[in-house]
């Protein structure tokens, strides 16, 4: 599935089976809940802090879909092409930091 496809069955899933979006700001809200969900895992998995009945049965990759998710519908909702704005990401990132990486010494 490629990132338009993704958006475009998100957009459908919500015109349908959710009945409408959310709005922008809910959006937002639901993304840092989902985004800290995420990071609850993540530091129990890979950080210090040891897991709690409460995290059991959790994933990883499906607290990734939910991030994902809520950002694929604030995307359709304010008109953003996922997959222009990755491309033009990368370009930026490639053209900021082509010797800066390579460069530091933190990461040799």
Same mark, same amino acid.
């Not at 599935?1 to 959310?22: L, N, P, R, S």
């Given at each position: ?22 709005s922008e700001l809910t959006n937002l809200g639901i993304l840092m809940e ?25 994933? @990883? $990759? ?5 991030? &994902?998710? #809520?950002? =694929?519908? @604030? $995307? ?5 092409? &996922?997959? #222009?704005? =990755? ?22």
């Open positions: 599935m490629t990132i338009q496809q993704a958006q475009q069955e998100v957009d459908q899933w919500i015109k349908t089976i959710g009945v409408k979006y959310f989902e985004v800290g969900e995420l990071s609850r895992l993540m530091v129990r998995k890979y950080g210090e802090q040891s897991f709690k009945e409460s995290d059991k049965g959790k994933e @990883l $990759a499906d607290e990734m879909a939910d991030v &994902l998710w #809520v950002l =694929l519908c @604030l $995307a359709n909702q304010t008109g953003v092409d &996922l997959t #222009v704005a =990755l491309q033009k990401n990368i370009e930026k990132k490639t053209n900021r930091d082509a010797s800066r990486h390579q460069e530091n010494k933190k990461l040799k």
